[in-house]
């Protein structure tokens, strides 16, 4: 089935560094990628759809400038926390939509702690 | 907007028991997808079952079935024969057919197998 990977699968940065997380997809071509962010026992809240070859378009609330988003190619994606602070610590999943009958496709998630 | 909500924040069974995860869902559209998914602790989000709102039967896959009422608009979800590794989060979800195909997730149910 359709794979998407992602890294790094846990990362630990001081306050104020940017860290950038990258979701490729192994054996398709994910045109669309959905970012997402879950926190402790709760659901994920999707933060911003990326686009290949376009600008990545944000849900209500996510800072654009925090959170920048990129998807240079049909394979990969990539999500840039700047200048990130303790609140921004969590878990962060990225998804491409529907491969047939397997459905969404998830990465293994990232957990970013800032310290 | 479309929303879907489960009101189980937490169950727990016997392991061999049959639970029922319920989730509810408001969409004023008639073409949708509906979703389970299943979080174990690793945190990597794997598909359960998904329902196609135009297909009246109920879908299943193996122990795993669906009680897809659409007036209603409702979506349960009856695992069978519970297995230890059924423990796990389980989110429903919903998503348009045409559009943007943004993944809506209710908040989640915590089930928890008992040996």
């Known amino acids: 089935g359709a794979v998407v990977s992602q890294h790094p699968s846990r990362v630990i940065c001081k306050s104020g560094t940017s860290v950038k997380i990258e979701c490729r997809s192994l054996?398709?071509?994910?045109?669309?990628m959905f970012w997402y962010r879950q926190f402790p026992k709760q659901s994920l809240m999707l933060m911003a759809t990326?686009?290949?070859?376009?600008?990545?378009?944000?849900e209500q609330g996510v800072e654009k400038d925090k959170f920048l988003i990129n998807h240079a190619s049909l394979t990969l994606s990539t999500l840039t926390v700047t200048s990130a602070h303790p609140e921004d610590s969590s878990f962060y999943i990225c998804?491409?939509?529907?491969?047939?009958?397997?459905?969404?496709?998830f990465g293994s998630g990232t957990r970013l702690t800032v310290v | 907007a479309q929303t879907v909500t489960q009101s189980q924040p937490e169950m727990s069974v016997q392991e061999a028991e049959t639970v029922t995860l319920s989730c509810t869902y408001d969409?004023?559209?008639?073409?949708?997808?509906l979703f389970w998914y299943k979080q174990p602790p690793s945190r990597q989000m794997i598909l359960v079952i998904r329902?196609?709102?135009?297909?009246?039967q109920n879908a299943t896959e193996n122990r795993f079935s669906v009680n897809f009422q659409k007036a209603a608009k409702s979506f349960s979800l009856k695992i069978s024969d519970s297995q230890l590794g059924d423990t796990a989060m389980y989110f429903c979800?919903?998503?348009?057919?045409?559009?943007?195909?943004?993944?809506?997730f209710g908040q989640g149910t915590r089930l928890t197998i008992n040996p």
């Open positions: 998804s491409a939509p529907p491969g047939g009958k397997d459905g969404y496709t």
């Open positions: 054996d398709f071509q994910a045109t669309t």
């Open positions: 990326s686009n290949e070859g376009s600008k990545a378009t944000y």
């Open positions: 969409t004023s559209e008639s073409n949708y997808y």
């Open positions: 329902q196609e709102a135009y297909k009246q």
């Open positions: 979800a919903f998503v348009f057919i045409q559009g943007a195909q943004k993944l809506v």
